[in-house]
């Protein structure tokens, strides 16, 4: 190669460059070996891992205060990688309280048909600990779930995954490390879809793991042969999204405290989920900065009238982003659930989930007070 076709790079930039490429080139066999062996520090092929993927892993392991990391395409993909980890056939899952639709038919679905059955509860610990069998080894659940924004009492589940030799892996997707750090509270291992929060813009997918660097390695054989390692593209945007990530997070709570209050007086709603409103004291426990953007609230009268009459916030089945967006949790997240799951786990027809942005909180509840007048 002439020297012509090297980087020209004489000095680093001050942003890392997106390294888009699927592969690394050699000078040597023996240099390929080396970075194979582990003995020279370096990238090979870009699903094993690429320097925008590594650089962004480290950031959310040191967030979360984790050994080590490892982010994938989606959100899906880290939980998936994270059971195939941890489960092997004949295996059990407890997992507590109301979930995302999609891990609920993960656990249900797939991983049933690999003989890993999963007991589904609720936060109730007597509930949680008569759940327990012999051979349950992972506990689960989601520090802010979704959609009913319950919180998790992550202390008093720690202990018990410790006493019964549990790993207990937390999703922290809603919550997010600025407001929650779950391995501080005994938590074993972290999921994020970084698709929300993280990148937090509504521009790319992704989800993350982080734990004890053991766990991690072997997360990582997984994701290896699953082919579900982050884009680099993707993995540079969510670098980029982190250092705003503090700024974004204190603007969703303290919007979402007023917006959650304004709901909570309005004669069209029935209920109000939002921890700071519904779980004061584990709130002030493990939220003590804010409780993030998301509320859940059930309307007097049809759902779709209220999301007609919004001027500015739009229908869009995702969260997290900056500007304030609703979703229907029984025709997209909580769609593959049964009318009796549904009804268990209390998400009725009449439920809007509501992702706060950071607009100015006014034009916010203007736009909620223009769509409930239409009831
Ligand atoms: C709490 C939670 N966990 C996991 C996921 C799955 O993430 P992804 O869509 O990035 O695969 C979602 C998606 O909405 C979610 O809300």
Not at 123 to 144: C, M, R
Not at 193 to 206: C, I, P, R, V, W
Not at 293 to 315: A, H, N, T, W
Not at 334 to 360: D, N
Request: with cysteine; charged share 15%.
């Amino acid at each position: 190669m002439s020297d012509r076709q090297t980087w020209p790079f004489y000095n680093p930039p001050l942003v890392p460059p997106i390294v888009q490429t699927s592969v690394f080139q050699f000078a040597s066999i023996a240099q390929l070996q080396a970075v194979a062996d582990g003995e020279t520090p370096g990238h090979i092929y870009t699903r094993w891992g690429n320097p925008n993927t590594d650089l962004v892993q480290n950031a959310l392991a040191d967030l979360e205060g984790a050994q080590q990391g490892w982010v994938f395409g989606t959100g899906m993909a880290a939980i998936t990688a994270a059971m195939l980890s941890l489960c092997r056939p004949g295996d059990h899952i407890v997992a507590v309280g109301t979930l995302y639709g999609g891990t609920h038919m993960l656990f249900k679905e797939q991983l049933s048909q690999f003989g890993v059955e999963t007991t589904f509860v609720t936060q109730d610990i007597t509930a949680i600990q008569s759940a327990l069998q012999p051979n349950t080894k992972v506990l689960f659940g989601e520090t802010i779930s979704n959609p009913k924004m319950e919180l998790l009492d992550l202390e008093p589940l720690a202990r018990l995954a410790n006493e019964n030799d549990l790993f207990f892996l937390v999703d922290n997707t809603f919550a997010s490390p600025t407001l929650c750090r779950p391995l501080e509270w005994g938590v074993h291992g972290v999921m994020h879809s970084t698709t929300k929060y993280l990148n937090g813009h509504g521009d790319a997918m992704g989800g993350a793991l982080v734990g004890e660097a053991a766990w991690i390695e072997n997360v990582r054989a997984w994701a290896l042969q699953l082919g579900a390692l982050l884009d680099p593209f993707a993995a540079w945007l969510l670098q980029r999204s982190l250092q705003t990530l503090p700024l974004r997070m204190a603007a969703h709570s303290s919007n979402a405290l007023r917006v959650a209050d304004f709901l909570e007086a309005h004669p069209k709603v029935q209920t109000v989920y939002y921890p700071a409103l519904t779980q004061p004291q584990l709130a002030a426990k493990y939220l003590p900065d804010g409780s993030s953007g998301m509320i859940s609230f059930v309307v007097k009268g049809d759902p779709d009238s209220v999301v007609q009459g919004f001027r500015q916030i739009v229908l869009a089945p995702s969260l997290a982003d900056t500007a304030t967006t609703v979703s229907h949790p029984v025709s997209t997240s909580h769609r593959a659930l049964t009318e009796t799951e549904r009804q268990q786990q209390g998400v009725p027809y009449e439920m809007i989930r509501l992702s706060v942005g950071i607009e100015p909180v006014e034009t916010i509840t203007a736009d909620l007070a223009a769509g409930l007048d239409c009831l």
